[in-house]
């Protein structure tokens, strides 16, 4: 059975867009909890849960569907194709509304209200444990220092970094194609012949 790499592209297209959206309002999701939360556990297992968890288990389940809808066999380079194509779309959608348009529109303060919050619970939490106040100085001046280093990004970080998640999807591309290649079997007539 051949696979029409239109409609493998189209599909991958479609599909890209739904993961895209998706990964778009985990994010937002993430970003709220993060401002609106106190608790130190929360701040760190949200944004694994939501940047990580999910979108693999959302991966996961669109390209079984993916597979499915164009036939159910796919070799690994068709595969790993679709996949890709998948990602790359889901990466431009999440580029435009995540990163230009919630980013600089709708929360164009979105890296403060992030350190602040940040800040104000792993304060706390020193606080709680009785840490002293040089280590509680220390570690808010690190999270300020992490912080400052995303504050200056420039055109050529931003290119850099679109190259950088570009060959880390073409990667994850094949990783994912490897578990989801499902070859069409060819017939032996003499395969289970124990003379031959």
């Known amino acids: 059975m051949s696979i029409d790499m239109k409609q493998l592209r189209i599909t991958g297209v479609i599909f890209g867009l739904v993961l895209g959206v998706a990964l778009t309002i985990f994010s937002i999701i993430s970003f709220y909890v993060m401002i609106t939360t106190s608790s130190v556990i929360l701040l760190s297992a949200v944004p694994f849960i939501f940047s990580v968890l999910l979108p693999i288990v959302l991966v996961i389940i669109l390209c079984f569907n993916f597979r499915k809808k164009i036939g159910g066999i796919w070799n690994l380079r068709q595969a790993a194709t679709g996949i ?4 790359f779309a889901a990466f431009i959608v999440q580029f435009i509304l995540r990163d230009q348009l919630f980013a600089k529109v709708v929360e164009p303060n979105m890296l403060q209200k992030t350190e602040k919050a940040m800040s104000t619970a792993v304060s706390s939490f020193l606080k ?3 840490a002293s106040p040089q280590d509680i100085a220390k570690k808010m001046n690190e999270i300020k220092a992490q912080f400052e280093g995303q504050k200056d990004f420039s055109i050529g970080k931003q290119i850099e970094g679109m190259g950088i998640s570009i060959i880390f999807m073409f ?9 989801f290649k499902n070859e069409q079997q060819a017939y032996s007539p003499n395969a289970n012949d124990p003379s031959v």
């Open 84 to 87: 890709f194509i998948m990602f």
């Open 128 to 130: 709680q444990s009785k």
């Open 171 to 179: 990667v994850l591309a094949i990783v994912f194609a490897a578990f």
